[in-house]
């Protein structure tokens, strides 16, 4: 009977002893911001963005996918707190008037491109950590997204750095470009350049608004004016597209034939092509030489139907370089029944669009 009590004792103390050691367990697994007292402790407002989401797992729903949905509840939170923190802040007179002033100066600008750019961004926080715990007892997911004031700072003055040596490289290579004649590149990735500079501006008024010391030299304002300057001039120089000389010599059985190079003319004009004379400083020179020939005529129930064909030569010249991109001819057959003219002008018009696209595919390039 002694030895039962004993050892019924033994072992409700080493009961006790296991439960203790899964509690502390437990509490130790716990985070360090999961009740609000943890989090008013050891990520204090004035120092820290933060945020927290908890919630169940949802019928059906995996652990990861309800911790996944949990954590992205808690960055969106963040962004959407500095979001209205920048919103309600006042920035000095003198930087907020300047910080205006040059997005005015940069949406003049990118209007040029609007019809082919995204001028938009959403609201990134570079450097916006995010966790998640399970309560063992409960099954709940928790999420907090958090970062520290200083590190934010740091963060923006390096992304803001990185943006705009991006920028400069891709406006070095626009004036690149420009300079080899290949305006129609250039176009395109000064386009693609447009958006980088409103994520720049987003950085700088999101800089401004979470450093109380943010400066003309911190947010990097000088080098963005200049880089605007820059971009501006170029989207002038590009704002009347690419200059075409086209010279189109179309022979209808020893008469011109014009027709011909109002149509190629209609099929680049979209492109933004201008088209000017060999002495307006043409960036490309085209010249097509087109010819008719009869080719045969078949009489089948008391109906004939004339054949025709018309041959053409094509020339795409870079001419900033003088070099000769393509040359090459094609040919077309064309049928009517009236005659051999009407067969030609069919051809014609079945031509033309090979042609343009000869020429857009090699000025393209």
């Not at 652990?63 to 006042?90: D, F, L």
């Not at 570079?126 to 399970?134: I, M, Y």
């Not at 490309?284 to 008719?292: N, R």
Request: hydrophobic share 35%; charged share 25%.
């Amino acid at each position: 009977m002694f030895k039962n009590t004993t050892h019924y004792h033994i072992m409700q103390k080493l009961l006790i002893i296991l439960l203790s050691a899964l509690s502390l367990t437990a509490v130790a697994q716990q985070p360090n911001w999961y009740s609000d007292s943890d989090r008013d402790a050891n990520y204090p407002k004035w120092q820290y963005f933060t945020s927290f989401a908890e919630g169940q797992r949802q019928s059906g729903e995996s652990i990861e996918a309800a911790i996944s949905r949990m954590k992205n509840a808690a960055r969106v939170e963040a962004v959407s707190t500095i979001r209205v923190h920048v919103q309600n802040t006042t920035i000095n007179q003198a930087l907020s008037q300047t910080l205006r002033t040059m997005e005015g100066t940069f949406r003049q600008s990118a209007r040029e491109f609007s019809s082919a750019t995204k001028t938009t961004v959403d609201m990134e926080i570079p450097g916006l950590q995010v966790e998640s715990w399970r309560n063992p007892q409960t099954g709940d997911i928790a999420a907090f997204a958090y970062i520290k004031k200083s590190t934010l700072i740091r963060q923006l003055e390096k992304k803001i750095t990185v943006a705009l040596t991006k920028i400069e490289t891709s406006l070095d290579q626009i004036d690149q470009l420009i300079a080899t004649g290949q305006k129609m590149q250039a176009r395109e990735l000064a386009e693609r350049t447009v958006p980088q500079f409103v994520e720049v501006d987003e950085a700088q008024k999101l800089l401004a608004a979470v450093d109380e010391n943010a400066d003309e030299e911190s947010l990097q304002l000088q080098e963005t004016r200049t880089l605007q300057h820059r971009l501006t001039g170029i989207i002038a120089q590009l704002k009347n597209g690419i200059n075409i000389c086209l010279i189109c010599r179309a022979d209808m059985f020893g008469q011109g034939y014009n027709a011909l190079k109002g149509e190629i003319q209609r099929e680049l004009s979209p492109m933004g092509c201008n088209f000017v004379t060999e002495g307006g400083n043409p960036d490309w020179t085209i010249t097509v030489t087109a010819k008719a020939r009869e080719y045969n005529k078949n009489d089948f129930g008391g109906v004939s139907t004339y054949y025709a064909y018309v041959d053409a030569n094509i020339i795409v010249e870079k001419t900033t370089t003088g070099q000769r991109i393509y040359e090459d001819a094609i040919s077309e057959k064309g049928g009517h029944t009236h005659n051999y003219e009407q067969a030609a002008r069919q051809a014609y018009k079945d031509i033309s669009p090979r042609i343009s696209k000869i020429i857009k595919e090699q000025i393209q390039q």
